[in-house]
């Protein structure tokens, strides 16, 4: 005789704090045990939780009835995690009534791309999208983002969708977890989603240089994908178009991570893709990060197009299709960009917060007032354009700089990525550039007991009064972000982290001299507040 299932709650699940899982509107954890103080909250059964919730979630925007099925999609990067929290989100999503379509190894934009797609071949349109992901972070990290038509979802669905989390992991019971996986196991369908995503990328160049069949014929562009999830660019969407693609590196999907952080803002990443393009003569390089949705490029002499220089090389392309349109970026754009998108290109540059999400919202805002614009893109190689849906996606980014050199090879201009190089000739760029994080200490007897955030918002209050005393500084006449202040030919601007007890400082000058003369003003302020390290400060303006 068998025994009778058990209704108990289950005994050995660990208790998780679900609101500490959000990093705004992403979800993030720790999935991979074996580094100190680093504890595994992100396990199989919150994982299958959070996907459970997100389909209540779903079901409820999309008000959908019991009689239409509702369908999810799910994707993830190369973490060595992804299988098995693949799994567990797909066992959440069946057991809350939903269809599961496994994209296996994908990028983050195709995930959203899936929500929009219609060939009933592949499943699409689906109704919800989940990639597996922690974007750069260690290998023993991992995270999620979640899709609809609409977009990507905010912060406030995401506390929504771990709150629900909680209680449905607090109800799991053992008979409950056992069904969700026969479920899953009986239902769960798989396809290779990517080739529609690469086809359609491969089409939107084709389409820019004049419906040519190899419009890269010709170009040799190296790949560096960091060994993450963009190895697919070289083989499904350069070579197709024409380009040879010898010397490109890093392909094969590993989570260990071995050769670089897949990172366009890491300076080791940076410098693998520019040796690769000088080593191999290529007229181009391309480097992604891990999961797609930020890209960077070089050009054939070694020089860089990211930060600000890719912003300015976008804003260039975007401004030739869009005359006058509005730039939006983070806060941490230089003074010398703003010039080159107002004065050489004729565009306006709207310098708001940092957040990839925040930039493209305030560039969905700024049209629906009616304010034109085209492009919102991050310091960070986050860049999204209206054309695409505003979605960040590098890859997509990477088709517009290769549509320039397609169209201008059509037109007969040569000179291989010239082009791109000529299109940034004007900006200014400062000799002195660096970000200094000044940590608060949450455990110091100065915050009384209260938020890190308050004591951050006390500090930038001090440091904007104690520039109005100054007749060397002059404060941003508009600005978004924290304190942001023009002097001695340069700038700083201190603010609060999105996430962290930080106050990360940018400073930006024509010298080290007057990089040191800002940094003294703020060292000056701050230095009346105890709970708050400044030793970063404390060594830069010493050496």
């Known amino acids: 005789m068998s025994a009778a299932p058990t209704t108990s709650v289950v005994p050995s699940l660990d208790k998780v ?175 290779d989603y990517m080739s529609i995503y690469t086809s359609d990328l491969v089409k939107a160049v084709r389409k820019a240089a004049g419906n040519t069949e190899k419009p890269l014929e ?81 050009d054939s002499t070694g020089h860089e197009f990211n930060r600000n220089r890719l912003i300015a090389l976008m804003s260039a392309i975007v401004l030739e299709e869009h005359p006058g349109t509005t730039i939006v970026t983070d806060s941490v754009t230089s003074d010398g960009l703003t010039t080159f998108i107002e004065k050489k290109l004729g565009g306006k540059h709207h310098r708001f917060k940092r957040g990839y999400k925040n930039v493209i919202d305030e560039a969905i805002r700024l049209n629906s007032i009616g304010e034109e614009s085209h492009l919102a893109i991050e310091t960070s190689g986050h860049g999204a354009l209206k054309e695409n849906h505003w979605l960040d996606d590098g890859a997509f980014l990477m088709v517009k700089i290769l549509n320039k050199l397609a169209s201008a090879r059509a037109s007969g201009v040569g000179g291989g990525s010239k082009v791109l190089t000529d299109l ?46 100054d007749p060397n500084l002059q404060k941003a006449p508009v600005n978004y972000e924290g304190v942001r202040v023009s002097g001695f030919g340069g700038w700083f601007l201190l603010r609060l982290s999105l996430h962290d007890p930080v106050l990360p400082l940018n400073i930006e000058a024509p010298s080290k001299e007057d990089a040191v003369k800002l940094g003294l003003h703020v060292l000056a302020a701050v230095n009346e507040f105890p709970a708050l390290d400044t030793s970063a400060l404390d060594k830069f303006v010493q050496a």
């Open 424 to 469: 940034v000739q004007g900006l200014k760029e400062p000799a002195v550039a660096v970000e200094l994080r000044l940590k608060i200490n949450q455990n110091h007897p100065e915050l009384k007991g209260g938020s890190f955030r308050d004591y951050g918002e006390a500090v930038l209050k001090h440091l904007e009064n104690s520039v109005e005393s």
């Open 17 to 191: 704090d679900f609101l500490k899982l959000q990093n705004g509107s992403d979800i993030r954890g720790v999935s991979v045990a074996g580094v100190e103080g680093e504890p595994v909250n992100l396990t199989e059964p919150v994982a299958e939780a959070i996907a459970a919730a997100f389909s209540g979630w779903l079901v409820e925007k999309k008000k959908a009835d019991a009689s239409g099925h509702l369908r999810v999609s799910i994707g993830h990067d190369s973490r060595i995690s992804a299988q098995v929290l693949q799994d567990a989100i797909s066992r959440g999503i069946v057991s809350a009534g939903l269809d599961v379509v496994q994209y296996g190894l994908a990028s983050t934009p195709a995930m959203f791309n899936s929500t929009l797609t219609e060939d009933d071949a592949f499943l699409c349109p689906v109704d919800g999208s989940i990639m597996i992901t922690a974007s750069h972070l260690p290998y023993n990290r991992n995270g999620f983002k979640f899709f609809t038509n609409a977009g990507g979802l905010g912060k406030a669905d995401i506390k929504d969708i771990l709150e629900r989390a909680a209680d449905i992991y607090n109800n799991f019971t053992t008979e409950i977890l056992m069904t969700s996986k026969e479920q899953a196991h009986a239902s769960i369908k798989r396809v």
């Open 218 to 298: 010709g170009f040799h562009i190296v790949v560096d994908a960091g060994n993450g999830a963009g190895g697919f660019f070289a083989a499904k969407v350069l070579e197709p178009l024409g380009a040879v693609t010898a010397g490109s590196q890093f392909l094969e999907p590993d989570g260990m991570f071995p050769n670089h952080i897949p990172n366009p803002e890491d300076k080791t990443a940076m410098k693998a893709i520019t040796q690769a393009v000088l080593h191999n003569k290529a007229d181009l390089g391309i480097i992604f990060d891990t999961d797609v949705d930020r890209s960077a490029a070089v």
